[in-house]
């Protein structure tokens, strides 16, 4: 190779992936910005992204306390979503009986309207910080067991003989081989459980809270400050993306093993 061709090659495909992803998120902004001035789009339909960023630098001070609220409230009901979820997920895929009686359960519990529950949550413990903590782990729950009980149900069979025939236990079969073997489904699931904390969060804060960007959202809409409406919207947005991406980075120490490179993965 030579010193000509070294500035392209350093130029990885991954890079051109991350600059095209820029690209593309900067250029949704501009064509926003661009169409609402060429139609003159009213700020009460729709704000400029200039405005919204406008309104989360005046109402920093304000906005700063519900954005706390909300990200340690989603971050709590996710815990206990992870930790039931993985409970869950390992009785139903380890055990053929549980899976008959407990799946079609949990399939129609997660059919209901979750912002149905919130009001019996309200009920039972009261407005503010529990009935949303529920929420989220009740939204974040249901893909995790669904993705850690698949892992577990596609493990290969030749492993388990391996352990059997070592004398392992159900237990360190499980421990051992099982787990490890549903690494890949179970960090997929995270990324898309922690988006529907969130989305509990918000839901539980706009019926049952007086703090969180979801309460927040609402004092906004019903004074029709459609822009600090709108920064609450981006800052749930960089939230979620931001704890997206650090489960990506998780995923990628922990499963790598499991993944293509992408040298491969790109033919």
């Avoid at 992936?17 to 009460?44: D, N, P, T, Y």
């Avoid at 949990?106 to 919130?118: E, M, T, W």
């Avoid at 974040?140 to 391996?162: C, K, Q, R």
């Avoid at 918000?202 to 019903?222: D, K, P």
Wanted: with cysteine; hydrophobic share 55%.
């Amino acid at each position: 190779m030579s010193a000509q061709d070294e500035p392209e090659s350093r130029f990885s495909p991954r890079m051109r992936r991350r600059i095209a992803s820029v690209s593309v998120i900067v250029g949704f902004f501009v064509v926003w910005e661009v169409a609402c001035i060429l139609f003159h789009v009213k700020e009460i339909v729709l704000p400029r992204p200039t405005q919204v960023v406008g309104a989360l630098i005046t109402y920093a001070p304000a906005i700063w306390p519900h954005a706390i609220q909300t990200l340690s409230t989603t971050l709590a009901g996710f815990g206990l979503g992870i930790l039931a979820g993985v409970f869950l997920g390992a009785l139903i895929g380890s055990s053929r009986l549980a899976y008959d009686a407990g799946y079609p359960l949990l399939i129609g519990f997660s059919s209901i309207p979750k912002v149905a529950l919130v009001p019996i949550f309200v009920l039972w413990f009261g407005a503010g910080t529990v009935p949303a903590i529920l929420t989220a782990m009740i939204m974040s729950m249901f893909p995790i067991v669904v993705n850690v009980a698949a892992g577990l149900a596609t493990t290969e069979p030749e492993l388990e003989d391996v352990m059997r025939a070592w004398r392992a236990s159900k237990l360190d079969i499980l421990m051992n081989v099982g787990l490890p073997r549903t690494m890949p489904y179970f960090f997929a699931s995270l990324k898309v459980s922690v988006t529907l904390a969130f989305v509990g969060v918000v839901i539980a804060e706009t019926v049952a809270s007086n703090r969180g960007i979801g309460n927040l959202m609402m004092i906004a809409s019903s004074s029709f400050d459609v822009p600090l409406v709108f920064a609450g919207l981006l800052i749930l947005a960089v939230m979620g993306v931001s704890l997206y991406a650090i489960f990506s980075v998780i995923e990628g120490r922990v499963t790598g093993w499991a993944k293509r490179k992408d040298e491969l993965a790109l033919g």
